[in-house]
């Protein structure tokens, strides 16, 4: 049973749309993160958050916007669609810092992903 | 930058074969850890063994079993008796260094596939 939630699973939308693709965690862990991944590729860190009120841009330039209003929640946005976006956005979580250094890095939890196609 | 090197894209193998899948890293910590994780088709991407640089012994799960060679920076992902369900794409993955705040490093990946 997944403990990280990504909703929708799938979702075609044209462009210009505004979307949130969603993610949420019931594991209470500090750090959240998003990739960005082409069906069969390599994995792009595009925001990643340490803890509530704490969002980083990652190594590959994005358009869309995070937030981290909430431990469990960690919401992408995209405020105008287009057929680049075409991806899939995978979201994960990990224990913070200082858990990990006193207990050891576990490595992250990934949700199921959402498959995002914009026409 | 700090780096995770696959260096095979593609593999197959025969269903009851084994294969490795090789994997180099860098990094200039003492102590770190390394992980494979598993993406099948379409489905969600899990962990599938985890070592820690400071333990000589390499880390066993069932079938899964690494070579850890620390001087060298290499950690090779062995698949014993494959099985059809071991078809994904497999990612190495290391936390390099203790000031990023622990995120992983992912090598490009190699997709795997195991043939009946």
């Known amino acids: 049973e997944a403990d990280i939630y990504q909703t929708p699973r799938y979702l075609v939308i044209g462009t210009g749309k505004k979307i949130t693709l969603e993610c949420s965690q019931t594991m209470g862990h500090d750090k959240m993160y998003w990739y960005q991944q082409d069906p069969g590729m390599e994995l792009h860190l595009i925001h990643y958050s340490y803890g509530v009120n704490s969002t980083e841009k990652g190594d590959l330039s994005s358009e869309s916007t995070v937030s981290r209003i909430r431990t469990e929640h960690f919401p992408l946005t995209l405020e105008s669609a287009r057929p680049s976006h075409t991806s899939q956005y995978l979201c994960a979580s990990s224990v913070g810092i200082g858990a990990a250094l006193v207990g050891g890095h576990y490595g992250y939890t990934f949700g199921s992903g959402t498959r995002l196609t914009v026409v | ?116």
Do not use: H
């Open chain 2, 1 to 116: 930058a700090q780096t995770v090197t696959q260096s095979q894209p593609e593999m197959s193998v025969q269903e009851a074969e084994t294969v490795t899948l090789s994997c180099t890293y860098d990094t200039s910590e003492s102590n770190y850890y390394l992980f494979w994780y598993k993406q099948p088709p379409s489905r969600q991407m899990i962990l599938v063994i985890r070592q820690e640089a400071y333990k000589q012994q390499n880390a066993t799960e069932n079938r899964f079993s690494v070579n850890f060679q620390k001087a060298a920076k290499s950690f090779s992902l062995k698949i014993s008796d494959s099985q059809l369900g071991d078809t994904a794409m497999y990612f190495c993955a290391s936390n390099p260094k203790r000031g990023s705040q622990g995120n992983l490093i992912f090598g490009k990946g190699t997709k795997l596939s195991v043939k009946p």
